[in-house]
C-alpha cells in the first residue's frame, strides 16, 4: 500500500521533530532545507578553533522529570553530551554592582533569592508556586477534547506585567526575576502569562548546555529521519505552494521542480508560507497574517578568545544597567547583554568562545535591509562595531579580564537572521503574543488550506520546548491527539 506523501518546508528544529514523528507513523516523508546546511536557528558555525551557535545556547526541563526530557527522550536525543549547569547558579543576574543567583529546584530558587529577600520569602513562594502549576501541566493540552485548539486560554488572555506586579511587591526583586529577559520579549504591554511562566519553570527545574553546539540535536534528527525512509534535502528552496480545490496538489522547488504531496507541513514564518501559496486563500486571512507584529531581534557579538586567557563559567549572566527598565527597554541604548558561554570541547578550564547578546529592534538596522550581505557599507560596520564596544563596556564591570582575552569578533544583527533563516524582521521568539487578544495572535496548526499545516515558534511558545510541543500538536492535526499521545508517551509525564 503506498504511503502517504507529506512534505515538510523548512529543515529547523520544528520541521525535523514533524518530520521525524510522521516518518515513525509511517507516512512518506520529504523535508526541504533551501539552506545548505539544515539546523536552522541551530546551526553551528566555525572560526578558527572556536565553535559557535547561531542561536542557540541553552535549555530548560531538561532533567528527569521536565517536560524537555520527555520530549526529548521521544526525539532520541538524550544520549548527546549534555551538561548541567551550576545547581547552585545557573543564572547570575547582575544589576548594577549587585549580583544575585538562581539556583536550579524550586525550592533551591526560592531559598536562593530569599538569603538576599529575607521579608519577600512568602511572595517568592507564591511567584514559584504559580510557574511550578503552570509547567506541572504543561501537557494538559495533549488531550483529544483540546485537539481544536492548543493553549490555555486563561493564561494567555493574562498578562504577564500584571502577574509579576500583583504577586511581588519588592521593585527590585520583580527587576531580578525579571533579569534572565533574553529567553523572551518581555513588554509590558502583550506578554501573555503563559509564556512568561512555562518559560522561567523550565528552566527554574534544570538548565542545560549541549557541548558541540545545537546543530548535534538537528543532525540527530536528520540521521534518524532518514534511517525511517525519509528525505532530508538540502538547498531546496520552496518557491510556490500550489493550490487547487482549496488542497495542496503540489509544492515548486527552486522554481521549477514540482513535487506532489498528500500533505504539507511548513515551519516557515506564517506570513512566509501565505506569500508561497498560489490561491485558495481569502484576502482577509492573508492580510490578517500579514499584520501580526514580530518580536524584536537579537544583536551578536561571537567573540573568539586568546588561549587560556578568560575561565570557562558554567552558568549564563544577565547584565543589566542599574537603571534599567527590562520591561520597557529604552532603544537609544544597550541596557542588558546576555553573557554565554560554549562548553569547551576539550573540557579545559578556560573558554574558547563567548557570546555576547542584546536585544535589537528591526528599525535600527532597517535602512541597510535592501543590500546584500557583505554590501552594507561601512556605516553598517560602524554601527555594529559600537554596538558591540557598548556591550563590553556593559560585561567588562563583571569580567574585567574578557577585554584582554579577545582574539577576533563575529557579529551579526536581525538583518542576518532575516536573510540566513527566513526570519522576518530578524525576530528572535517569532510572531508577538498578545494577552490582549489570544485568538488572533497565538495560532493554531490548522490553514484555511485542507491540508497545509503550520509549525514552528511562531504558533504557541519559542524555545527549543515551545518548538517541540507544538510539533506534536501540527502532527496530532494529521494523526489524531490520542495517536501522538501514545506514540510519544508524554501525556501523564509530569
Same mark, same amino acid.
Given at each position: 500500500m503506498e504511503k502517504d506523501k507529506v512534505i515538510v518546508i523548512g529543515a529547523g528544529l520544528g520541521g525535523l521533530e514533524c518530520g521525524y514523528i510522521l516518518a515513525k507513523n509511517g507516512f512518506d516523508v520529504t523535508v526541504l532545507e533551501q539552506d545548505g546546511q539544515t539546523g536552522g536557528c541551530l546551526q553551528t558555525f566555525v572560526r578558527g578553533r572556536a565553535l559557535f551557535d547561531t542561536g542557540f545556547h541553552y535549555v530548560g526541563g531538561l532533567g528527569e522529570g521536565g517536560p524537555l526530557y520527555s520530549l526529548f527522550r521521544y526525539f532520541n536525543l538524550l544520549d548527546l553530551p549534555w551538561k548541567q549547569l551550576d545547581r547552585d547558579c545557573f543564572d547570575e543576574v547582575v544589576i548594577g554592582d549587585e549580583s544575585f543567583r538562581f539556583a536550579t529546584g524550586h525550592d533551591n530558587f526560592i531559598e536562593a533569592l530569599a538569603e538576599r529577600f529575607p521579608h519577600q520569602r512568602q511572595e517568592l513562594r507564591n511567584y514559584v508556586s504559580f510557574l511550578k502549576n503552570?509547567?506541572?501541566?504543561?501537557?494538559?493540552?495533549?488531550?483529544?477534547?483540546?485537539?481544536?485548539?492548543? @493553549?490555555?486560554?486563561? %493564561?494567555?488572555? #493574562?498578562?504577564?506585567?500584571?502577574?509579576? $506586579?500583583?504577586?511581588?511587591?519588592?521593585?527590585?526583586?520583580?527587576?531580578?526575576?525579571?533579569?534572565?529577559?533574553?529567553?523572551?520579549?518581555?513588554?509590558?504591554?502583550?506578554?501573555?502569562? @503563559?509564556?512568561?511562566?512555562?518559560? $522561567?519553570?523550565?528552566?527554574?527545574?534544570?538548565?542545560?548546555?549541549?557541548?558541540?553546539?545545537?546543530? +548535534?540535536?538537528?543532525?540527530? %534528527?536528520?540521521?534518524?529521519?532518514?534511517?525511517?525512509?525519509?528525505?532530508?534535502? !538540502?538547498?531546496?528552496?520552496?518557491?510556490?505552494?500550489?493550490?487547487?480545490?482549496?488542497?495542496?496538489?503540489?509544492?515548486?522547488?527552486?522554481?521549477?521542480?514540482?513535487?506532489?504531496? =498528500?500533505?504539507?507541513?511548513?515551519?516557515?514564518?506564517?506570513?512566509?508560507?501565505?506569500?508561497? &501559496?498560489?490561491?485558495? %486563500?481569502?484576502?482577509?486571512?492573508?492580510?490578517?497574517?500579514?499584520?501580526?507584529?514580530?518580536?524584536?531581534?537579537?544583536? !551578536?557579538?561571537?567573540?573568539?578568545?586568546?588561549?587560556?586567557?578568560?575561565?570557562?563559567e558554567n552558568r549564563n549572566l544577565f547584565i543589566h544597567r542599574q537603571?534599567?527598565?527590562?520591561?520597557?527597554?529604552?532603544?537609544?541604548?544597550?541596557?542588558? &547583554?546576555?553573557?554565554?558561554?560554549?562548553?569547551?570541547?576539550?573540557?579545559?578550564?578556560?573558554?574558547?568562545?563567548?557570546?555576547?547578546? !542584546?536585544?535589537?529592534?528591526?528599525?535600527?538596522?532597517?535602512?541597510?535591509?535592501?543590500?546584500?550581505?557583505?554590501?552594507?557599507?561601512?556605516? @553598517?560596520?560602524?554601527?555594529?562595531?559600537?554596538?558591540?564596544?557598548?556591550?563590553?563596556? +556593559?560585561v567588562e564591570h563583571r569580567l574585567p579580564q574578557l577585554r584582554p582575552a579577545i582574539d577576533r569578533i563575529y557579529t551579526s544583527s536581525p538583518l542576518t537572521y532575516h536573510h540566513y533563516v527566513c526570519q522576518p524582521?530578524?525576530?528572535?521568539?517569532?510572531? #508577538?503574543? =498578545?494577552?490582549?487578544?489570544?485568538?488572533?495572535?497565538?495560532?493554531?496548526? #490548522?490553514?484555511?488550506?485542507?491540508?497545509?499545516?503550520?509549525?514552528?515558534?511562531?504558533?504557541?511558545?519559542?524555545?527549543?520546548?515551545g518548538v517541540s510541543m507544538t510539533s506534536l500538536f501540527t502532527c496530532a492535526s494529521i494523526l489524531g491527539m490520542d495517536a501522538v499521545v501514545r506514540d510519544t508517551g508524554v501525556k501523564g509525564d509530569i
Open positions: 503552570v509547567g506541572d501541566h504543561i501537557f494538559d493540552s495533549l488531550s483529544p477534547r483540546d485537539a481544536g485548539g492548543f @493553549y490555555s486560554e486563561s %493564561l494567555f488572555a #493574562r498578562s504577564a506585567w500584571e502577574f509579576l $506586579n500583583e504577586t511581588i511587591s519588592d521593585p527590585l526583586l520583580r527587576q531580578v526575576l525579571s533579569g534572565t529577559s533574553l529567553k523572551m520579549e518581555l513588554n509590558a504591554e502583550s506578554l501573555p502569562l @503563559y509564556v512568561f511562566a512555562q518559560i $522561567n519553570n523550565s528552566f527554574i527545574h534544570s538548565a542545560w548546555r549541549l557541548q558541540g553546539g545545537g546543530s +548535534l540535536v538537528t543532525d540527530s %534528527l536528520v540521521g534518524s529521519i532518514r534511517s525511517m525512509g525519509g528525505k532530508v534535502l !538540502t538547498d531546496s528552496a520552496v518557491t510556490s505552494i500550489e493550490v487547487k480545490d482549496s488542497r495542496v496538489s503540489a509544492v515548486v522547488v527552486n522554481g521549477g521542480e514540482r513535487l506532489e504531496a =498528500d500533505r504539507v507541513i511548513s515551519s516557515l514564518h506564517p506570513a512566509l508560507t501565505m506569500s508561497l &501559496v498560489d490561491n485558495g %486563500l481569502r484576502k482577509i486571512y492573508r492580510e490578517r497574517i500579514s499584520r501580526l507584529e514580530n518580536t524584536c531581534g537579537m544583536f !551578536t557579538a561571537n567573540i573568539r578568545l586568546k588561549p587560556g586567557m578568560l575561565k570557562y537603571d534599567a527598565d527590562l520591561w520597557h527597554p529604552d532603544p537609544s541604548r544597550t541596557e542588558s &547583554v546576555l553573557v554565554n558561554w560554549s562548553v569547551p570541547y576539550d573540557d579545559s578550564d578556560y573558554a574558547i568562545n563567548i557570546d555576547l547578546l !542584546t536585544p535589537m529592534r528591526w528599525d535600527e538596522v532597517a535602512r541597510w535591509s535592501d543590500k546584500r550581505m557583505g554590501h552594507r557599507g561601512e556605516d @553598517y560596520v560602524q554601527f555594529k562595531a559600537a554596538r558591540t564596544e557598548a556591550c563590553i563596556e +556593559l524582521q530578524g525576530s528572535a521568539y517569532g510572531v #508577538r503574543k =498578545d494577552w490582549r487578544s489570544p485568538m488572533t495572535t497565538v495560532l493554531t496548526p #490548522r490553514t484555511p488550506v485542507e491540508n497545509l499545516y503550520l509549525t514552528g515558534q511562531s504558533l504557541n511558545l519559542h524555545g527549543v520546548l
